[in-house]
């Protein structure tokens, strides 16, 4: 959730009838994405809980069109409580098992805070990884920005 721009986003899109699933560590950002979403926050499902508990939480035959996930620390929050690795892999094995065919999902790693490169390697080498035949994977980054720019995956989950 962060600062809950991406639940807000997706929650706008799903409309009356889709569902949005929120996960974040921290009672702050839970607090800000309850605070961004006013009336949307009825399309939603948030838990303070970390995105490795999906498995758990989102049940198997659920299927998933769209998962948005925006890595590294909370803005203007405590930049040592940062999305890991293996939590976040375990997060997207989750997903991908839900993921419906023509499905994307989004992952926005930051990567220059400490912590941060470790992450950006073993995500980019997990998707980079994902078996051509049943996904689609771009990668898309700035190339004319300085101080670690953001980069954009996108996994389609495909026919
Ligand atoms: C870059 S921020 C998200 C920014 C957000 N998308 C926005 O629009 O403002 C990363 C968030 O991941 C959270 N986080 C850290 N570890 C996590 C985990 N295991 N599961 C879920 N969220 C986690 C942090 O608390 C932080 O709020």
Do not use: W
Not at 3 to 19: K, Q
Not at 110 to 134: D, F, I, M, R, T
């Amino acid at each position: 959730m962060g600062n809950g721009n991406d639940t807000l986003f997706l929650a706008e899109l799903v409309g009356a009838t889709g569902h949005v699933y929120g996960f974040d560590i921290q009672a702050q950002a839970l607090k800000n994405t309850r605070e961004k979403l006013g009336p949307a926050i009825d399309q939603t499902t948030l838990y303070l809980a970390g995105h490795e508990t999906i498995e758990e939480k989102i049940p198997a035959e659920q299927p998933i069109k769209g998962a948005i996930f925006n890595l590294g620390y909370l803005p203007k929050g405590d930049k040592q409580i940062i999305t890991l690795p293996e939590t976040t892999k375990k997060a997207m094995d989750a997903i991908l098992k839900r993921l419906v065919i023509g499905g994307r999902m989004i992952v926005v790693i930051y990567y220059g805070h400490a912590g941060g490169e470790a992450e950006k390697h073993e995500v980019l080498n997990y998707c980079q990884n994902l078996p051509q035949e049943k996904y689609s994977v771009l990668n898309y980054q700035f190339i004319n920005q300085k101080n670690n720019p953001p980069i954009l995956l996108c996994v389609e989950a495909r026919a």
